[in-house]
C-alpha cells in the first residue's frame, strides 16, 4: 500500500512540473506593466498594408500603385498568407520582470507545435517553435529569450516555408546595433 501511495505522489509531483505553454505564459505576462501586446488579424494587416500604399502616393493610391502592393504581396510576402499576427514585447518592462519571463518562458513549450530551431548567441537565446501540413507552416512561434527585450512573435496561417526562410533570414541574432 505504501508502494502506491508513494507512486501517486510522485505522479502528482510530475505533472505540477510540466513546462508551461508559450500561450499561457503570454496570457500571464501580458497584464504586466509596460510589457506591450499586438494582436492583429488577415483583415488587419491587409488594411496597414493599403494604408501604406495611400500613405507613399500621397493619401490616394493609383492602379499602379495598388498593383505594385498586390505583386509584392504575390511574391513572397509572409503577409498573403497570414491569418494572425501576435507580438508581445518585453523591451519597455522593469528588468525583474524581463528576467522572470525568460527564466519560465526557457523551457516552455507549446502544444501540437515541434521546436525546429533553437539558437544561442552572446546569450541571445531564440527557439522557433512550428506545426506544419502539405508543407506548409500553419503555426509559427519565434521566442526569443535576448535579456534586454525577450519576446514572442506568433503567426498563423498557410505560409510557405520559403516565406518563413526569408523572415528568419531577417533575424540577426548578434547584438550589433
Do not use: W
Not at 501517486?8 to 508551461?20: D, E, P
Not at 504586466?32 to 498594408?49: N, Q, R, S
Not at 528588468?95 to 526557457?106: I, L, N, P, Q, Y
Not at 512573435?153 to 533575424?171: A, H, T
Amino acid at each position: 500500500m505504501k508502494k502506491i501511495i508513494v507512486l501517486a505522489v510522485i505522479l502528482t509531483a510530475s505533472f505540477g512540473l510540466r513546462a508551461q505553454t508559450l500561450s499561457a505564459l503570454a496570457a500571464k505576462y501580458a497584464k504586466t506593466e509596460k510589457v506591450e501586446e499586438v494582436h492583429l488579424t488577415k483583415d488587419i494587416l491587409m488594411g496597414m498594408i493599403l494604408q501604406s500604399a495611400k500613405q507613399s502616393d500621397g493619401n490616394n493610391p493609383d492602379e499602379g500603385a495598388l498593383e505594385e502592393m498586390k505583386k509584392q504581396l504575390d511574391e513572397g510576402s509572409v503577409f498573403k498568407d497570414l491569418e494572425e499576427l501576435y507580438i508581445l514585447s518585453f523591451e519597455n518592462c522593469s528588468t525583474s520582470a524581463r528576467k522572470k519571463f525568460c527564466s519560465e518562458a526557457s523551457e516552455a513549450t507549446e502544444d501540437g507545435l515541434e521546436l525546429l530551431m533553437s539558437a544561442n548567441e552572446d546569450g541571445n537565446h531564440v527557439k522557433i517553435f512550428a506545426s506544419m501540413e502539405d508543407g506548409r507552416c500553419k503555426d509559427l512561434i519565434i521566442l526569443s529569450l535576448d535579456p534586454k527585450e525577450p519576446a514572442i512573435v506568433r503567426m498563423k496561417g498557410n505560409i510557405k516555408m520559403k516565406d518563413i526562410g526569408n523572415v528568419l533570414g531577417q533575424i540577426n541574432l548578434s547584438n550589433d546595433d
